[in-house]
């Protein structure tokens, strides 16, 4: 119960986490510290082991070296903290993974009518709240496959929320989107991030780290290379890889 | 240039004559083919049709219909077989009524077929007036079970429930029956027969296996040692032993372990063999199923903080269920016909019961083309519906197909 002091400050922390497939080495020893209502922003070249550090987080990836705090819960074998971290961490895939064999409002209120056990009227209702607050109250009766790229994502969105988390994860939410469908899905981000949620995003969508980053980090082959504000990295990078990467991102 | 944006109506579709010009008349070669065609389908159907209208001689069937139905099933207890199937009719008509299109065409089908066997003028002393009203009786159920389902005064569960309670009460209870009892006075297996045993065994073996299929094949994706190895033994031990072998197995093999007392009914030994060798198979066309699941969705069930029990039983089995729809009705057709394969064992199913009436007099040894074919047939109509009803069922759950 040593970590309760910092969890009034710090929600997430993360100290010298390794993680190996097989021989590969894909962290080397992130650290990371990550306060109530803090945006961060990760970003870095494929294979940097950004996605793998976030998936971490809520033991999709499990971690063999250092330790995760996670609201004052470490992470370990035990399957019951593991489920408590799960409950308080919605995540948002870059393919979506909504479940096609479920509606809309399915897909939304399973979680909280089989693990928070909600009545399937309190969940509704809910689920009903988040689709207007994602902008698509009327296809909640449609199935995933009737859905756009950017409506199916935006309902990934709502699943997450209906939880209601403390925390959220963002794995590239519009890597695989058209480019059409690019903005209604970091406009609803945006809207997020206002609202006080905690919220680590993996993407290099840089117009969303301007916008309501706090705090952004960049990795590069299983580390992090340098942090600081959208400011600093933007206008004053310290080193030469990250100076590198920026200018590939943004000439286009 | 407003114009292109303007939409056009879509082509017109294709007249008859149309239809038939492209797809048999395009070019001479194909008329040429088209007219060879039909003329050996026409000549084909008319010798057949002309073989079994004048030349076949009908009696084997005719003389002994019960036999091809029920095998040696006491007559003065048929009601029992009757009653059970006056349920089972009932109950369709009532499924017909509550799930509506996918089940119409087997209960109409059923009606009329019994309906006409009603009045089918057979001049044999077996087919007595009783016998004649209880298939008349069958459309009317039929048509009253559609008429009470079709009001929603059953809700669909109830049905489901109601079908769960009629396939277990009939073979358990009314047509086996009690010793002692006077309503229902006890009729051992080795009577039963024809395509009353069929039946019990290929709907009994598709039922029980299914279950156990579904848990092998999770069994064989376990991260438990145990669960995993047995499953893998289990499933490839069975899958490498042919059926036959395993039917004798259970009806020689087991008896001789057990003690004379505890023995297992011999209907029941072979229904063991095959729900065995159905599991096995059932079990990898599932696991087929749930290997084509993306992890995506496993992982976006895990991060909504789902145990694993819900991520299996909400997630990933109903996707992967939908998927093995064909292979596993494919392999439950198959199943149906292998039934056949207990004659070997000394049950007189009803391919067994063929062989049987054959010997029964010896003017019916030379009469086995028609008695083959009167066993097809009824075979081929199970057979299709079994696939007509996967398409049904495919069609049902594909709502949001990606």
Redesign the interface.
Same mark, same amino acid.
């Given at each position: 119960m040593s970590q309760q002091t910092n969890t009034d400050q710090q929600i997430i922390i993360a100290r010298d986490v390794h993680k190996w497939f097989d021989s590969f080495q894909a962290l080397k020893g992130v650290s990371m510290e990550v306060k109530h209502g803090e945006v961060v922003v990760i970003f870095g070249p494929s294979g940097s082991g950004k996605s793998t550090f976030i998936r971490t987080l *809520?033991r999709?990836e499990e971690h063999q070296r250092g330790t995760i705090i996670i609201d004052g819960i470490e992470l370990s074998h035990d399957v019951r903290n593991i489920?408590r971290v799960?409950?308080e961490?919605? @995540?948002v895939?870059q393919?979506f *993974?909504?479940?096609?064999?479920l509606?809309v409002m399915q897909n939304i209120t399973?979680?909280p009518i089989?693990?928070r056990k909600w009545s399937k009227e309190k969940a509704e209702e809910i689920a009903t709240q988040l689709l207007e607050r994602v902008g698509i109250p009327e296809q909640a009766q449609?199935?995933?496959?009737?859905l756009s790229g950017g409506q199916q994502q935006r309902v990934?969105i709502a699943?997450?929320l209906a @939880?209601q988390p403390k925390i959220m994860l963002f794995d590239e939410p519009t890597s695989a989107l058209d480019p059409e469908m690019i903005k209604e899905v970091l406009d609803v981000m945006v809207g997020l991030a206002k609202s006080g949620m905690t919220m680590l995003v993996v993407t290099h969508e840089m117009s969303f780290a301007r916008a309501v980053a706090h705090r952004m980090y960049f990795f590069d082959a299983g580390t992090i290379v340098e942090t600081g504000t959208p400011d600093q990295i933007f206008k004053n990078p310290q080193e030469a890889r990250t100076k590198l990467f920026l200018s590939q991102i943004l000439e286009h | 240039m407003t114009v292109a944006s303007k939409d056009t109506a879509p082509p017109a579709p294709p007249t008859a004559l149309e239809w038939v010009r492209k797809n048999f008349f395009s070019n001479w070669i194909n008329a040429l083919l088209t007219i060879l065609g039909a003329t050996v389908v026409y000549f084909a159907l008319v010798s057949l049709a002309t073989w079994a209208i004048k030349t076949a001689d009908w009696s084997p069937i005719t003389a002994a219909p019960l036999l091809f139905l029920v095998g040696q099933y006491p007559r003065e207890e048929l009601w029992r077989v009757g009653a059970s199937t006056l349920m089972v009719t009932f109950l369709l008509g009532m499924s017909w009524g509550v799930w509506k299109r996918y089940l119409r065409p087997f209960a109409i089908f059923l009606a009329i077929l019994m309906g006409l066997l009603a009045i089918f003028p057979l001049e044999t002393p077996t087919i007595t007036l009783p016998i004649r009203v209880f298939m008349l009786i069958n459309p009317v159920l039929i048509f009253l079970g559609y008429r009470l389902g079709r009001s929603r005064r059953v809700p669909s569960r109830v049905v489901a429930i109601l079908w769960l309670v009629v396939l277990l009460l009939i073979p358990l209870v009314i047509l086996p029956g009690f010793t002692g009892s006077s309503l229902l006075p006890q009729v051992p297996t080795s009577v039963w027969g024809g395509l009353l045993i069929t039946l019990l065994l290929s709907v009994g073996g598709i039922l029980i296996s299914f279950p156990f299929g579904v848990l092998l094949a999770l069994g064989r994706r376990s991260s438990l040692p145990v669960v995993k190895w047995f499953s893998i033994f289990f499933i490839e031990v069975v899958r490498g032993v042919p059926l036959v072998t395993i039917l004798f197995m259970f009806s020689v093999i087991l008896a001789l372990f057990l003690p004379t007392e505890s023995r297992i009914d011999r209907v029941i030994r072979a229904l063991m063999g095959i729900v065995f060798f159905s599991a096995a198979y059932t079990a990898e066309n599932v696991r087929g199923g749930l290997q084509a699941i993306?992890p #995506?969705?496993v992982?976006?069930?895990?991060? &909504? #903080? &789902?145990?694993n029990v819900?991520i299996t039983s &909400?997630?990933v089995l109903?996707?992967a269920l939908?998927l093995v729809i064909p292979t596993t009705v494919g392999q439950f057709i198959s199943l149906f016909k292998d039934t056949t394969l207990v004659y070997i064992v000394g049950i007189n199913d009803l391919l067994g019961m063929g062989n049987a009436v054959l010997k029964l007099r010896p003017e019916f040894v030379r009469l086995q083309m028609e008695v083959y074919l009167f066993i097809a047939l009824i075979f081929w109509i199970f057979s299709y519906f079994m696939s007509y009803a996967s398409l049904q069922l495919e069609k049902a759950l594909g709502? #949001?197909?990606?």
């Open positions: *809520n999709l489920e799960r409950r961490i919605g @995540m895939f393919q *993974n909504l479940f096609p064999h509606t399973l979680a089989w693990v449609k199935f995933p496959g009737q990934a699943r997450a @939880m | 993306p #995506g969705q992982e976006a069930a895990k991060a &909504l #903080g &789902l145990k819900h &909400l997630i109903p996707q939908r709502v #949001g197909e990606r």
